[in-house]
């Protein structure tokens, strides 16, 4: 009688478990998300209430003559353009981002259709009949305008599943979006530096002092803004540091050994 005999077989070891998932970068590399935050409510508690007032007197950006319809839509402009700051800072906050999907397209919407496009629309109008003087007339004008052409271009770009074009036009749009505070900031320096000694406390929008530093704040605000977006869109991301810094450690290498 034969028996065939089989060796033991030899157990295979398990799989590597697969990664949890990316781990969250910590927050000293997120460090502009609490600011801009805080900056954001800052200046709409500034800015807000006089106008949910509903009381004309309160603004200070008086209506031009035979427009009475000025402050009903500075106020639907500042309302309009609260929205868009508070649903913008949620937007570009990567870990509300990536943790909660659903609520960042709704957001989204909230930013498009609540936010910028009435917000510009009315700032469009506001802001061409501003007392401010014709260079900020113009300035308004312009980021209105280009406020509103980037986010639909953003919105386009959703539409088509195009989701990296979709972000950077978002980027440059949520840019814009924080311009209005960054006005405030540069006029509020280019006062202080070149024309502190020829203001009083009688001076208003159409005193040409505060023309002049009001006209430079918006114009500035607007480019700087865009500039740093386009520097951010640009900026090398981590993984490309690290293969250039492998290059260059590599091409050293390689020198070091020719020299040898």
């Known amino acids: 009688m034969s028996s065939t005999f089989h060796p033991p077989t030899q157990a295979t070891p398990p799989p590597p478990a697969a990664p949890s998932g990316t781990p969250r970068p910590p927050l ?22 006089r106008y949910l007032t509903f009381n004309p007197a309160n603004t200070n950006v008086p209506a031009p003559d035979g427009f009475g319809a000025h402050f009903w839509l500075l106020t639907g402009h500042v309302v309009f353009g609260s929205i868009a700051m508070t649903t913008c800072c949620f937007q570009i906050w990567p870990a509300f981002r990536n943790r909660f999907p659903k609520a960042h397209r709704v957001m989204g919407r909230l930013y498009v259709f609540a936010g910028v496009l009435p917000a510009g629309v009315l700032g469009i109008i506001v802001g061409a009949v501003s007392p401010f003087g014709p260079v900020v007339r113009v300035a308004n004008v312009t980021l209105g305008v ?18 990296g074009e979709h972000r950077r036009w978002m980027i440059r749009s949520f840019a814009l979006t924080f311009a209005i505070v960054a006005t405030r900031i540069w006029s509020i320096v280019f006062a202080v530096a070149f024309f502190a000694d020829q203001l009083t406390e009688e001076a208003g ?28 869109l640009d900026r090398p991301t981590a993984s490309q540091r690290r293969a250039r810094k492998a290059r260059r450690a590599r091409r050293h290498q390689s020198q070091d050994q020719g020299m040898a």
Not at 34 to 49: E, H, I, K, N, S
């Open 205 to 232: 929008p159409l005193d040409p002092t505060v023309q002049t530093f009001t006209g430079m704040g918006v114009w500035v605000a607007m480019i700087v803004n865009i500039l740093a977006a386009e520097w951010w």
């Open 28 to 49: 000293w590399r997120r460090p502009w998300v609490g600011p801009l935050m805080f900056v954001a409510l800052a200046f709409m508690a500034l800015t807000v209430p």
């Open 146 to 163: 280009v406020w509103l052409i980037v986010t639909v271009v953003g919105i386009r770009m959703a539409i088509q599943r195009r989701h």
